[in-house]
């Protein structure tokens, strides 16, 4: 099921771009302001953005660059009643895949998501999509798990520090990396956060969570995966 996150203050333009999307089989979230979304993205999976630029407290602009921060890949489509060229390149420049000026006719704003979502589907074809170790599975697109405990659903966080663990195999991953990887560079929370998503990983992925196999601490460093 594609998930899409929306991001529009104006009541009646959210409900008509939201009933719309679901008439289409996609699944809708909706925010009214930035900082919510950013916090729904942070703990959600999603498969494409529409982002209105002209929200209360935090600009979609400034939405727009937070999210780059963690997620380079994830197509961002900006709404805006701004139309001057200089407006939609800065919407550009900061990390949107696409631009469009209210009014919109609903017809094109349907084509060009999903134009962007093909785009995007066509980029991540040759990403690692699910990985299998010791008894443990895991989808990359769904975030669903097994383990020793059963199936399950990992969080946002969780599903991105545990990609950058097995794509580094066998390697120690530093705390800075983990933290500049995970949480970006301006999100700076303690290493004791770290240890707290290493131990649910754990609770989750090992046979023993006390004799960990698979997710292994490096004193003073940081830590490693092992398959």
Same mark, same amino acid.
């Given at each position: 099921?594609?998930r ?10 959210s ?59 994830i197509?961002i489509?900006m ?31 349907? $084509?060009?998501?999903?134009? $962007? $979502?093909?785009?995007?589907? #066509?980029?991540? /074809? ?24 059963g ?5 946002? %966080? ?5 990609? $950058?663990?097995i794509?580094? /195999? ?5 705390? %800075?990396?983990i ?14 956060t770290? #240890? ?19 997710f ?7 830590? %490693?995966?092992? #398959?």
């Amino acid at each position: 099921m594609i998930r899409i996150l929306l991001v529009e203050d104006e009541e009646s333009i959210s409900n008509l771009i939201k009933i719309n999307l679901e008439l289409d089989n996609y699944t809708v979230v909706a925010c009214e302001n930035g900082k919510k979304a950013v916090e729904v993205f942070n703990n959600e999976r999603f498969d494409l953005i529409i982002l209105d630029i002209m929200l209360p407290g935090m600009s979609g602009i400034e939405v727009c660059q937070q999210i780059r921060l963690t997620d380079s890949s994830i197509p961002i489509l900006m709404l805006s009643a701004r139309s001057q060229p200089e407006d939609r390149i800065k919407g550009l420049k900061k990390g949107a895949d696409d631009y469009l000026s209210k009014p919109f006719v609903l017809e094109e704003l349907l $084509l060009r998501i999903e134009k $962007l $979502l093909q785009r995007s589907k #066509d980029d991540i /074809k040759s990403e690692m999509e699910a990985y299998e170790f010791g008894n443990n599975e895991v989808d990359f697109n769904t975030f669903e798990a097994r383990g020793p405990k059963g199936i399950f659903v990992l969080t946002k %966080k969780e599903v991105m520090l545990l990609r $950058l663990l097995i794509e580094r /195999k066998n390697q120690v991953v530093s705390r %800075k990396e983990i933290l500049q990887a995970v949480w970006g560079y301006d999100v700076i929370p303690s290493t004791r956060t770290i #240890d707290n998503f290493i131990l649910v990983l754990r609770k989750n992925f090992e046979e023993d969570p006390s004799h960990p196999k698979h997710f292994i601490s490096v004193r003073g460093v940081g830590y %490693k995966f092992v #398959d």
